[in-house]
């Protein structure tokens, strides 16, 4: 869950904090740029671009989470998942010191990428995974990562923490440290065994 639903849940509720200092970003990066301060309404749309480019990257990932799964195996398609995730937190993070809001609306658009395809083959991964009996238990961990993910990003983006002024690049690029904590840890964790046995023709691995 830390690398599939938890980042899907961070995400949606990390972006909410900073969007007042993320908007005066916006317009400070334009006048430095054309000279002239940006409307209102042109604030308006392009953070309604930095929030709604989410879902375009979701449905990206969701459409490739399928091929992916069945090409390289569960695991080692939500150890992919992890490349965007990094890509965006490095666009984010980096962004203020760049000057360019382009990279915001990238990165949330690589993340909403990783919250497609973590999101669905943690639920693929974790019910092949299960025993029997856990299955349904197990399948309940995507509902509750992604609750465990929104109040984590709500409590990042507490003004105590990282939501203040000078912290937000930071805050946004906060979803790089449960990327990161997958990364070293999954690759001890089996593949699925549906996978090894229907996909992969392996019945001793299966077994």
């Known amino acids: 869950g830390i690398g599939g639903a938890l ?5 949606i509720s990390i972006v909410n904090s900073p969007a007042e200092y993320i908007k005066n970003f916006m317009r ?8 002239s301060s940006p409307s209102e309404d042109m604030i308006t749309l392009m953070w309604s671009f930095i929030v709604s480019i989410y879902n375009i990257g979701g449905l990206l990932g969701s459409l490739s989470a399928g091929y ?9 398609a939500m150890l992919f998942a992890n490349i965007p995730v990094l890509l965006s937190a490095a666009l984010m993070g980096l ?9 915001i609306i990238a990165g949330r658009l690589f993340s909403g990428m990783s919250g497609g395809l973590g999101l669905n083959i943690h639920l ?6 299960a025993p029997r009996k856990l299955r349904g238990l197990t399948a309940v961990s995507a509902s509750t990562a992604a609750a465990v993910g929104k109040f ?14 000078a912290l937000w690049p930071i805050l946004m690029a906060a979803n790089a440290i449960p990327a990161l904590i997958q990364l070293l ?3 001890l964790f089996p593949d699925s065994p549906r996978y090894l046995l229907i996909d992969k023709k392996d019945k001793e691995g299966c077994i």
Do not use: H, N
């Open 7 to 11: 980042q899907y849940g961070l995400q």
């Open 28 to 35: 400070e990066t334009w006048l430095k740029r054309y000279g």
């Open 68 to 76: 992916l799964s069945v090409r390289f195996g569960r695991k080692k």
């Open 95 to 103: 962004s203020r010191l760049c000057g360019s809001f382009e990279m």
């Open 124 to 129: 693929m991964y974790a019910g092949e995974c």
């Open 152 to 165: 984590v990003g709500l409590s990042l983006g507490l003004r105590e923490i990282l939501g203040v002024d």
């Open 185 to 187: 840890t999954l690759p």
